[in-house]
């Protein structure tokens, strides 16, 4: 197994296991005993005192000691930072929520000791919290429920939420409706002008060099098809309407553009391998376009999702037609592998693999396996596209329930990767469940079950089937699920005491937050054209190709939300995907 990343405590911690550190905190805690941040509070605290008068009170020069930039570092004070790290954990607010108070209340930078006219941006507060004060992340945690706990016993509104009202959530940075629909618009512009200089030169078709529509031509088709919801001959139709309004009776044929035959037959000149790593090569470009302005953690942390699309054809002959799961609507499927990075801000797809038909199958690794597929190989290659073209580190990873095997667990383990994965429900994990820790009133309690082990093929193995070695941990019902679930993880959890309990249950939340990736390929398929073709490489094309389109929507969606200075994560858009289709369409317009 991997070790795990140290957890982390205060600059005060002195014992070797950072978690016995953290069970004597909270046994403290318990105890009445307080640690040296509410201990300060306390002279402060009453039914008056607000959060900022707290956070201004604190001497941290004890933690400063331990800053990792030296004084010569080009950053923000240590101090006031943290002070404004607590002032978010105390008021429950975002790095974003905390960067507009400082930068509308000169008097409150002032009491965290900034220079009013020098405050710290979302990013830099982002990043701080990751990496300046992660070795404090237990004290900052610890420090800010007890200073909460004491802030009720007194009256103190610190840390109540507060009362929400309509259209908050739309608008927290007060732009006005107009303000937003200008963004939008011209976000929108600048995104789609891209579109022809970004994404299709990342799409070549193999076609003669005297044809007479070009590449680009054909990809104006397809982005109409996808836009439209329409089939081939539908998107040359539009495609026409724009080009030629008023066709002659007697015009030749080509004066309308390319037909929705010559799009499907370059298509269908394309192998599998080519249009994987053309739709591969054009989201890396969009992902690098996007860069400086996502928000995520260094290394990365990336999401691994299987995607079925339903098949209602015949399956004669059609070897890359599989079984859809039982609880999908259709009985057969194509299934694409895809990868996402995940973001503070959003969930960004990076890569895809065609399934079935012996991808990533590696015969002689599997030797005397007969399966259509490996997941262990999906989940090398992804990692390797999405390291090697968009030049990110991946450090932890999130696969879904279909990624349960030890092929998997394998593979991560022997790239040092960090994994969070819903088990399936086979009757081992059905055992565990029944099983699990309850508390006094008989509801069942965060549960861990250390070196789990199960068995199956993993490559190089000689064909025979090998034990891999992980943790479960059980998550009971909450407001989230209305089940228990269970996961495999290679992190260092613990169920011990309740500290540890809740610890546990924050850091593979922390994982299953980029759940709404299930979601999100709902909004890639409003994106494709519609199709009846049995040919796997026009549907795989159509697939790829609306989720380069799908990236263009987040990217603009995203672009807007960080002009208003909202770069929290949010699961709806502000741009919607229908009102995005529609400037797409009007654009697409001007370039035919």
């Known amino acids: 197994m991997v070790t795990d990343e140290p957890d982390r405590v205060g600059a005060a911690s002195g014992s ?8 004597l905190a909270e046994i403290d805690l318990l105890s009445g005993g307080q640690g040296l941040l ?7 605290l009453d039914e008056t005192t607000t959060a900022v008068e707290v956070v201004g009170h604190l001497d941290l020069s004890t933690y400063a000691r331990e800053d990792p930039y030296p004084a010569w570092h080009d950053s923000k004070p240590f101090e006031p930072m943290l002070r404004a790290i607590l002032l978010g954990e105390l008021d429950d607010a975002s790095d974003a929520a905390v960067h507009r108070t400082l930068e509308a209340e000169p008097e409150t930078a002032a009491a965290l000791g900034f220079d009013p006219a020098d405050v710290p941006d979302q990013s830099t507060l982002s990043r701080a919290r990751r990496t300046r004060f992660a070795e404090l992340e237990q004290t900052i945690e610890l420090g800010s429920r007890q200073i909460r706990m004491l802030a009720a ?4 509104p610190i840390g109540a939420p507060e009362p929400d009202t309509d259209g908050a959530s739309e608008a927290p940075t007060g732009a006005s409706k107009r303000t937003v629909n200008r963004l939008i618009r011209g976000k929108t512009r600048e995104v789609l002008d891209e579109l022809t200089t970004v994404v299709f030169p990342a799409i070549e078709f193999d076609r003669s060099e005297d044809v007479i529509y070009g590449d680009e031509e054909l990809l104006l088709v397809e982005t109409l098809m996808g836009v439209t919801g329409t089939a081939a001959n539908g998107g040359a139709e539009t495609y026409g309407d724009y080009v030629n309004p008023e066709p002659a009776a007697d015009g030749p044929f080509f004066a309308d553009g390319p037909s929705g035959e010559t799009l499907l037959e370059a298509i269908k000149n394309l192998d599998i391998e080519e ?14 376009r996007a860069k400086p302005t996502i928000e995520f953690e260094h290394p990365a942390m990336l999401a691994i999702d ?19 799961p039982e609880d999908k609507s259709y009985e057969w499927c194509h299934k694409v592998a895809t990868a996402s990075i995940v973001g503070d801000n959003v969930l960004f797809t990076a890569a895809m693999l065609p399934i079935g038909h012996f991808d990533d199958h590696d015969p002689e690794a599997y030797a005397g396996e007969d399966k259509s597929y490996r ?14 073209r968009a030049n990110l580190r991946i450090r932890r990873v999130f696969a879904d329930r279909e990624f349960h095997a030890a092929d998997v667990v394998a593979a991560l383990e022997e790239r040092g990767l960090f994994y969070v994965i819903p088990a399936k429900r086979d009757d081992r994990v059905k055992r565990f469940i ?7 009133d008989g509801e069942k309690r965060v549960t861990v079950k250390d070196e789990h082990g199960f068995y199956g093929p ?4 000689g064909g025979v089937r090998k034990r891999a070695e992980t943790t479960l941990v059980g998550l009971p019902p909450d407001e989230d699920r209305d089940q228990t679930q269970v996961f495999l993880t290679n992190l260092a959890v613990t169920d011990e005491i309740r500290l540890d309990r809740r610890s546990t249950r924050r850091r593979i939340k922390r994982y299953t937050r980029r759940g709404g990736i299930e979601n999100a390929y709902g909004g890639i398929k409003q994106f494709a054209p519609w199709t009846t073709s049995r040919e796997y490489a026009v549907r795989f094309f159509h697939f790829g190709f609306a989720m380069l389109l799908y990236d263009m929507w987040l990217l603009v969606d995203l672009l807007v939300q960080r002009s208003l200075g909202v770069v929290e994560f949010r699961t709806k858009p502000r741009v919607i995907a229908p009102r995005f289709r529609g400037f797409l369409r009007r654009r697409l317009v001007t370039l035919i």
């Open 16 to 23: 070797a296991d950072p978690r016995v550190d953290e069970r």
């Open 38 to 44: 509410t201990q300060q509070a306390e002279e402060v």
């Open 153 to 156: 016993r007194c009256g103190s």
């Open 275 to 288: 249009i994987t790593e053309m739709v591969n090569r054009g989201a890396a470009r969009v992902l690098t």
């Open 306 to 324: 299987m995607t079925y699309i339903a098949y209602y054809g015949q399956r004669d002959e059609l070897v890359r037609v599989q079984g859809a």
């Open 375 to 388: 997941v262990g190989g999906v989940v090398r290659r992804l990692v390797d596209i999405v390291e090697e």
């Open 434 to 440: 029944a099983r699990m820790d309850e508390d006094v």
């Open 458 to 461: 993993i490559k190089d193995s």
